[in-house]
């Protein structure tokens, strides 16, 4: 098909959340839309729907008058798979069953002129398997938008093994008419961005299960140090358990139990329990009926009520730590006195390794993360066994600055460390085995999981060697 042509025609099968919103940017799109579902009225439901998108998109000066009513001419419904003949394109946005969707992959070939092409909504199935069920697997690819369609700018453009170049290329085309930035990805299981997207979620419940921190510590610093909209945990609350654990089982499985995408027991327990997040009041966090959150273990902040140290000592030299801790009014000696607290920045190391190393007192070691400085947040750890007192008068010091101090158990990389160098390490892999290329990836984590930014960006900007070291 000619993906410029200005009578394109794109079918919708299925009129649910997806098929509305793909409905919606193809008229926007300059495209006739063709809506079909087997459900008798859905597809005149979500037309109505589509309609009154359009003309809230007006109220809110987001879409000229005249454009509007322009999109409201090209939308159609039909009451068969026959009244999808004519279309260029047919997009599949029903219910994830392999089998219910070959059978329409197979009725809308039976139709169909040879020149169309058909695409899958799917987000966990492999492309490939549909397309087994059909003669002209070179027309059949994966178009994978994300919800809320007509705001998500993000769509992946999916290729299983038959899967012709004129078909990749033209789907791209295609998505940049409706708006959409597409990214190129092979097929597999997550395809792009559940599969990127792992890393985040699965290191965040490690920390936790390991007792280095809690949900809402761990959200904490990776909202307020690294600029991430939502913590593992709240975003896991806000998907749903029923969700999220099941696409992390698909994805694991279908990498042949890669531990770097593996899920918790923790994570398990909570579906088991009924508590899939928000939609049912509880998850990770409790929830009040307005949404707010509460619980989710210790809390963010670590309170001190003791007295700012007034000196510290420097375990190795490092003038990033050295100016923190001037610039918060302590003074910085290099000997040890055998009585000041003494602070480190390790990376790659915990507290314990530290102290062994250099031979300094342990009880009195706090280590603080410079890696992910911020000026609202800052993370520090102790060894076991450590002064509580030691560990107060730095985190009071701290304070002075106008930082909440985070204060957790020992472990290489802290927080914000150890989780982003695991999005860094899969997104390299993901690389490395051509699921899509370095700026594919970037663009598709910025764009559909909202990230500060991709993962072999965020590799260039930590450094190579910081990555390895902490990994």
Not at 271 to 293: I, M, S
Not at 330 to 337: C, L, M, Q, R, T
Request: contains cysteine; charged residues 20%; negative net charge.
């Amino acid at each position: 098909m000619n993906s410029a042509k200005p009578d394109t025609v794109i079918g919708i099968v299925g009129a649910g959340a997806m098929g509305r919103g793909i409905a919606q940017v193809s008229v926007t799109g300059g495209m006739t839309a063709l809506i079909y579902d087997a459900a008798e009225g859905a597809a005149a439901e979500a037309r109505d729907f589509v309609v009154s998108m359009l003309d809230r998109a007006v109220e809110k000066n987001r879409l000229d008058a005249a454009a509007a009513a322009e999109a409201k001419s090209r939308l159609q419904v039909v009451d068969s798979l026959e009244g999808l003949a004519l279309c260029d394109l047919v997009v599949e946005a029903i219910v994830e069953n392999l089998e219910i969707k070959q059978q329409v992959f197979q009725s809308l070939e039976a139709v169909l002129a040879d020149d169309a092409i058909i695409a899958s909504n799917t987000s966990s199935i492999r492309i490939a398997s549909i397309a087994s069920a059909c003669r002209r697997r070179d027309r059949i690819a994966g178009m994978h938008f994300f919800n809320p369609v007509p705001l998500m700018r993000l769509v992946e453009i999916i290729r299983a093994p038959e899967t012709s170049d004129a078909t990749a290329d033209t789907l791209a085309e295609i998505g940049k008419r409706m708006g959409r930035t597409p990214v190129a990805a092979q097929d597999g299981p997550g395809f792009l961005v559940n599969l990127g997207g792992r890393a985040y979620t699965t290191e965040g419940l490690r920390i936790a299960t390991e007792r280095v921190a809690s949900p809402a510590q761990i959200d904490a610093v990776m909202r307020d140090c690294c600029g991430f909209r939502m913590g593992p945990f709240e975003l896991m609350d806000l998907t749903g358990i029923d969700v999220n654990f099941p696409v992390s089982k698909i994805v694991f499985d279908g990498y042949f139990q890669d531990q770097r995408l593996a899920t918790s027991p923790m994570h398990e327990g909570l579906l088991a329990a009924g508590r899939y997040g928000r939609k049912t009041g509880a998850g990770f966090y409790e929830y009040a009926d307005d949404g707010t959150p509460s619980g989710g273990g210790a809390p963010a902040d670590h309170l001190s009520k003791a007295k700012p140290a007034t000196c510290v000592v420097l375990a190795e030299d490092d003038p990033d730590l050295a100016e923190l801790m001037t610039r918060a009014g302590a003074e910085v000696i290099y000997a040890d006195d055998e009585q000041s607290p003494i602070v480190a920045a390790p990376i790659g190391e915990d507290c314990t390794a530290v102290a062994v190393r250099t031979g300094l007192d342990h009880r009195r070691l706090v280590a603080i993360d410079t890696l992910t400085l911020s000026d609202k947040r800052i993370t520090i750890m102790t060894a076991p066994g450590a002064d509580d007192a030691a560990r107060d008068s730095v985190a009071a010091l701290l304070n002075t600055q106008g930082l909440a101090v985070t204060a957790i158990a020992d472990s290489p990389g802290f927080i914000a460390p150890r989780i982003r160098v695991m999005i860094a390490n899969l997104g390299c892999e993901m690389a490395q085995t051509g699921v899509a290329t370095p700026e594919d990836i970037d663009t598709a984590m910025t764009l559909g999981l909202n990230y500060p930014q991709g993962p072999l960006a965020l590799t260039d900007v930590m450094g190579p060697e910081i990555v390895l070291a902490i990994l």
